[in-house]
């Protein structure tokens, strides 16, 4: 069931009249249903591997929790056994979930690689890649790691496990979760109230213009200018550009709509993005972009990595190699660089996006050493940081950074992604935007469409410009007349259906991750 | 809890922190900087903090930080 569909909207409709019609105890099962059907809609055998990740999850988070439980804190020898048989459970659960993924989305890639080397021919196979298997496997992850540090109890139920494990909003391409922030908003009453619903359509009404109409149009140019780079060298600079307007609208334009959704259930997911392109350095973007794969990456590979056993030994011999303030930060940019290994493994099984990740991990690394001498650099050239010159600067350069790292993510080798990084820098020639056909409705219809593009990209930069300022355009819709509501959804409405391009949308980028 | 401003301020100058709530929340005291903190605090009181108490909670105000300080010393 695509969730841009009038399926999913039905189903929405359907799904929210039981909720709040019937009685308030059946809010839990309505959800789980939704949920199922939601998931069957894909096929029937992702919910095999849906349902061994709820079982594996379920069984270890409760069988830690018995044992912590079960142990005194005085009593130091049993409770010493008792954390070891925890951390062995942990380590067994974490290896099953993780192994089915592992597989299902990297042995290909992995003998493809072998295969390269020249030492083994084997087969590519043909897996089945459940919808959401990513999301909800970091999910389970995350629950069982808070269970085993005790920042959450083991929870007693099956059902609401399940109901925190396969909620469908953040099944098509996240926001991950944490048990202690949705699992209770999950499991508890929910009153039906006005302004959840009013949030929800107007979040999901603003999605949907990011995805149909920005991101939609944006795809139909930059797919065309990264097949041909030779033929659209004079807009290569462009085509980057557009790639970044296609991945921001369709990302956080599908996440707008998962959110809105939520929301209309009294349910309030965490954010995935909080204006991106406003960010003042790579980390800063990082903490804005695709929050929660961010958060879930510091918190549960990070962390423990930087604390474990060989990495503090690293610190301390690093310390007296390199000094105090040095020394400590070692660890920590090894750990950073791993971290980014893996947000490049997760983006995809390709060298390309290993190398995206790793160029984010080397900036970011480079900026934890720089930062002192950074500053006194700053001091010696008396730039005052606090400026809004300065600010507009790390806000350019920032995006230059990133739009960098994009040549690479958008084509399907590095000669290609060095010759449009050449062509952007060499070449400059906008009238050949005119021969770049519109999808269905052709070259001709480009002037148009750049039109409509541009007035989008422009009305989104205003919107998160004021949101920035600190703007909350739900409250000030919502203190309006109904009637200027109605027609700010309206409004919404009819861009995202009559000024999308006619060409089928290309879905949702993170989806199937 | 004057050492912890003191490394506190060491490592994120320009910042006043005596009484102020809200480190993590409001950005002033971010992944990098706690780790440091933590590598820190570990040398300086004889702890070993564990990462299941890496949690915004024990890092948001000074007082939070010298209750866990303490909660590892007890």
């Known amino acids: 069931m695509p969730i841009i569909s009038n399926a999913f909207f039905l189903f929405i409709l359907a799904g929210l009249l039981l909720y709040y019609l019937l009685p308030r105890k059946a809010q839990m099962p309505v959800l789980l249903v939704m949920n199922l059907l939601f998931y069957l809609s894909y096929g029937v055998r992702a919910l095999g591997f849906l349902l061994f990740s709820i079982c594996v999850t379920y069984a270890a988070g409760k069988w830690i929790g018995k044992l912590q439980s079960g142990v005194s804190r005085e009593d130091r020898d049993a409770a010493e056994i008792a954390n070891r048989k925890c951390r062995r459970i942990l380590i067994l659960a974490m290896l099953l979930n993780f192994g089915v993924l592992g597989v299902l989305k990297y042995t290909n890639f992995v003998f493809g690689n072998l295969n390269a080397l020249g030492l083994f021919s084997l087969p590519h196979l043909d897996f089945l890649l459940p919808l959401g298997i990513s999301y909800y496997t970091f999910q389970s992850v995350g629950y069982l790691l808070d269970v085993y540090w005790k920042r959450i109890p083991a929870e007693e139920s099956f059902l609401r496990l399940a109901l925190f494990v396969s909620f469908f909003p953040y099944m098509v391409q996240g926001p991950i979760s944490r048990y202690g922030t949705l699992a209770h908003q999950l499991y508890g009453p929910h009153d039906f109230r006005w302004n959840h619903i009013r949030y929800g359509v107007l979040r999901i009404l603003w999605g949907l213009f990011k995805k149909m109409v920005l991101a939609d149009w944006a795809a139909v140019y930059a797919d065309q200018i990264f097949a041909r780079p030779d033929q659209y060298a004079g807009i290569a600079g462009f085509g980057v550009l557009l790639y970044t307007v296609e991945l921001y609208g369709n990302f956080s334009g599908g996440i707008d709509i998962m959110i809105g959704t939520a929301r209309m259930f009294g349910i309030t997911m965490d954010e995935n993005f909080k204006r991106p392109f406003f960010s003042v350095s790579v980390t800063d973007f990082w903490r804005r972009w695709h929050i929660t794969l961010g958060t879930w990456m510091k918190d549960y590979v990070m962390y423990p990595l930087t604390m474990s056993g060989a990495m503090k030994k690293l610190g301390k011999k690093s310390k007296k190699v390199f000094g105090k303030k040095t020394g400590r930060n070692v660890p920590i940019a090894l750990s950073n660089l791993i971290v980014f290994f893996l947000v490049g493994v997760w983006h995809g099984p390709t060298w390309g996006n290993i190398g995206w990740g790793l160029y984010n991990g080397v900036i970011i690394a480079f900026s934890i050493f720089a930062e002192n001498r950074y500053r006194q650099l700053k001091k010696t050239l008396h730039i005052n940081d606090k400026s809004r010159g300065w600010h507009v600067f790390m806000v350019l350069r920032t995006f230059a950074l990133m739009n960098l790292s994009w040549y690479f993510d958008c084509v399907d080798s590095l000669q290609t992604a060095l010759k449009m990084i050449r062509y952007s820098v060499t070449q400059f020639d906008p009238s050949v935007f005119l021969t770049v056909s519109a999808g269905k409705q052709g070259a001709a219809y480009t002037p148009v469409a750049l039109v409509i593009l541009l007035t989008g990209c422009v009305c989104l930069f205003a919107v998160s410009f004021l949101q920035e300022k600190g703007v909350d355009f739900h409250r000030v819709i919502a203190r309006q007349p109904v009637m200027i509501q109605v027609t700010v959804c309206f409004v919404l409405l009819m861009a995202a259906l009559m000024l999308g391009p006619m060409s089928a949308g290309r879905g949702f980028i993170y989806a199937q991750f | ?74």
């Not at chain 2, 005596?18 to 929340?25: E, N």
């Not at chain 2, 903090?49 to 105000?61: A, H, L, R, W």
């Open chain 2, 1 to 74: 809890m004057d050492k912890i401003i003191e490394i506190l301020e060491d490592l994120v100058p320009d910042e006043e922190f005596a009484g102020r709530t809200g480190l993590v929340d409001d950005g002033v005291l971010q992944s990098i900087v706690i780790l440091n903190l933590i590598s820190e605090l570990d040398d300086e009181f004889e702890i070993d903090i564990s990462v299941g108490d890496v949690v915004p909670e024990n890092f948001d105000s000074v007082e939070a930080i010298w209750a866990l300080v303490q909660k590892y010393q007890g």
